[in-house]
């Protein structure tokens, strides 16, 4: 399928089946960030925490207390995303086959 895709077209995938190992699940979310919805969210998230990020004095000195990143990218399974398709990520693609569906948007 994926040798019919052109780049720069854009690609509709979907989570068939959510994937056990962690190193998938790790690939399917990098994949799922380059959705344009998703990186909204993530980088409102990300100015919401520095907006509020809490610094206390540790040895004297300023110590920020970080929160832990949101997560949008879930791998689950019927998780749907669009994106643009590039040769870069045909690799990535390869390796979480058996997860995801892809097709022209």
């Known amino acids: 399928m994926l040798d019919a895709i052109k780049p ?3 690609i509709k995938c979907t989570v068939t ?4 190992r ?10 799922m960030r380059n959705d344009d919805d998703v990186k909204r969210r993530l980088k409102g998230a990300q100015e919401h925490r520095m907006k509020t990020l809490i610094v206390r ?5 300023p110590w920020a207390v970080r929160q832990k990143s949101a997560r949008y990218a879930l791998p689950v ?8 398709y ?3 990520v045909a690799g990535d693609f390869r390796a ?10």
């Open 8 to 10: 720069g077209q854009m």
């Open 22 to 31: 962690e190193d998938l699940k790790q690939t399917i979310s990098r994949l």
């Open 57 to 61: 004095s540790r040895g004297k000195r």
């Open 17 to 20: 089946k959510a994937p056990k």
């Open 77 to 84: 399974e019927g998780a749907t995303w669009t994106m643009k």
């Open 86 to 88: 590039y040769p870069q």
């Open 96 to 105: 979480v086959e058996p997860f995801v569906k892809v097709e022209s948007a």
